[in-house]
């Protein structure tokens, strides 16, 4: 039951240009989103999160949008730079369980210099 | 740098052996939760440890078990090995049940199944 979804299973973006992920869920419950980003060899780090009371959340080069009634948020990375190639992972907690999470497949972005 | 480390780095059994994964939290950290990601999909939730008692499981069986010590520091065992197994295990500790964004992955663990 796979209740967050990732359909891009990878992302190519010049430098300097905006990189689009998107994350779409069907479990309505869902209180809390979080976008993490995998390097190689290494365990995902915490990127940005939004409440469900948002349907915006910015830090630096990083905004996550939420439109609930459509089930959907997307990561904008604006400019995208080259380190910021990596897999990005969506999550989704439920209310009072934030630790049990439900990832998305991750999408690869790759940022070309 | 997490401070959350895992050992081994990786490992290879065969179907119906017994393994052993350790994680060892950041300092303070009183939340472990472990989890399974099989190749080319994310990681899975199999349960959550909360000053050492299960707080949590997802849709794994009981073949699944684990245990956290006093020291933060917890264990991933599984029994009766299956080729399905075979995935990368992250184990993430946080310092409470309910910080939404201090949840810190290791690196994990690869663990394959012949």
């Known amino acids: 039951d796979q209740q967050v979804k990732q359909n891009s299973p990878s992302l190519s973006v010049q430098e300097g240009r905006i990189s689009i992920l998107n994350c779409d869920y069907t479990?309505?419950?869902?209180?809390?989103f979080l976008w993490y980003k995998k390097y190689p060899a290494e365990g995902p780090t915490f990127l940005i999160s939004?409440?469900?009371?948002?349907d915006k959340n910015e830090d630096g080069r990083f905004t996550v949008f939420l439109n609930k009634s459509a089930k959907h948020l997307s990561l904008h990375i604006v400019p995208s730079q080259p380190g910021d190639s990596a897999v990005y992972f969506c999550?989704?907690?439920?209310?009072?369980?934030?630790?049990?999470?439900?990832f998305g497949a991750g999408t690869r972005l790759t940022v070309k210099p | 740098e997490t401070g959350v480390t895992q050992s081994p780095t990786h490992l290879i059994k065969t179907r119906g052996q017994q393994v052993t994964l350790r994680c060892s939290s950041q300092?303070?950290?009183?939340?472990v939760s472990w989890y399974q990601q099989a190749l080319g999909q994310g990681p899975q939730f199999i349960f959550q440890?909360?000053?050492?008692?299960?707080?949590g499981r997802g849709n794994f069986p009981p073949r699944f078990s684990g245990l956290q010590f006093p020291n933060y520091s917890s264990e991933l065992n599984v029994n009766a090995l299956e080729l399905d197994d075979s995935a990368l295990y992250l184990c993430?500790?946080?310092?409470?049940?309910?910080?939404?964004?201090?949840?810190?992955f290791g690196p994990g663990t690869r663990l394959t199944v012949l």
């Open positions: 993430a500790s946080s310092p409470s049940l309910f910080s939404y964004n201090e949840q810190f």
């Open positions: 479990n309505s419950m869902f209180d809390y």
């Open positions: 939004i409440s469900s009371i948002k």
């Open positions: 999550a989704a907690s439920l209310p009072y369980n934030n630790n049990d999470m439900r």
């Open positions: 300092s303070g950290h009183n939340t």
């Open positions: 440890y909360y000053r050492e008692e299960e707080n």
